[in-house]
Structures are given as C-alpha cells and as structure tokens.
C-alpha cells in the first residue's frame, strides 16, 4: 500500500512562511504528478500548485509570486514553500500524488491525512 505523509504545518503571523512537506512511501514504482490542495472551513477543496515529474508546475492564481513547489524524486518528496502568507491561506493542506504501484501494477491517485495551516496575528 502506499502513504502521503505531511509535515510543516503551523499557526504563523501574516508575512510569514512556513514549508510544507510530503513522503510518499510504500511499493512504488513510479511518481508522474505531485501536488498540494488546501480546503478551508466551509469551501471546497482546491487545488493550491501541482508538479509533473520534476519540471512542469501549475500554481493557483492566488498563491502565484508567493508559493513555490518542487520535488526531490530520490526521496519521494513534495515540498511548498508558501511565503508572505495571508490570512486567506489559512485552512487544512492535503497531498497528492497519482502513483504506480509495484503490486498491483497500476496507477492510482492518492490524498495524505492533511496538515493544518493557519495565518493569523
């Protein structure tokens, strides 16, 4: 089976940063697309950046200048440095990634558990 596991989330002032992280683990093969989504209090849950293998990425226009994704594909490993964050950023974050699985060999789409972020002073 296979894992997202997200780290890096806080309570941070407006202006500030913070970097999220996300380990995909388990019998992967490969890794074609990984991104992060955010859903706050009462709304649906967008899509915040995405990033296929390690070059073509696609922002929110809202977190566009100010959000950066990439990934270390050794590690299996999806990062957003989010900086001069607004109080608008605040909801819960979720990984995603669409998986090839060793066993059974086929692709899949997968969410991590999410991680908390909220901008306030």
């Known amino acids: 089976q296979v894992q997202l596991v997200e780290s890096g989330g806080g309570l941070v002032q407006p202006g500030g940063s913070l970097r999220l992280s996300c380990v995909a683990s388990?019998?992967?093969?490969?890794?074609?697309?990984m991104g992060w989504y955010r859903q706050a209090p009462g709304k649906e849950r967008d899509l915040v950046a995405r990033?296929?293998?390690?070059?073509?990425?696609n922002y929110a226009d809202s977190v566009k200048g100010r959000f950066t994704i990439s990934r270390d594909n050794a590690k299996n490993t999806v990062y957003l440095q989010m900086n001069s964050l607004e109080p608008d950023d605040t909801a819960v974050y979720y990984c995603?990634?669409?998986?090839?699985?060793?066993?059974?060999?086929?692709?899949?789409?997968?969410w991590g558990q999410g991680t908390q972020v909220t901008v306030s002073s």
């Open positions: 388990g019998s992967i093969v490969s890794i074609s697309a």
């Open positions: 995603n990634a669409d998986i090839i699985t060793s066993w059974p060999y086929k692709s899949n789409n997968y």
């Open positions: 990033i296929i293998r390690s070059s073509i990425t």
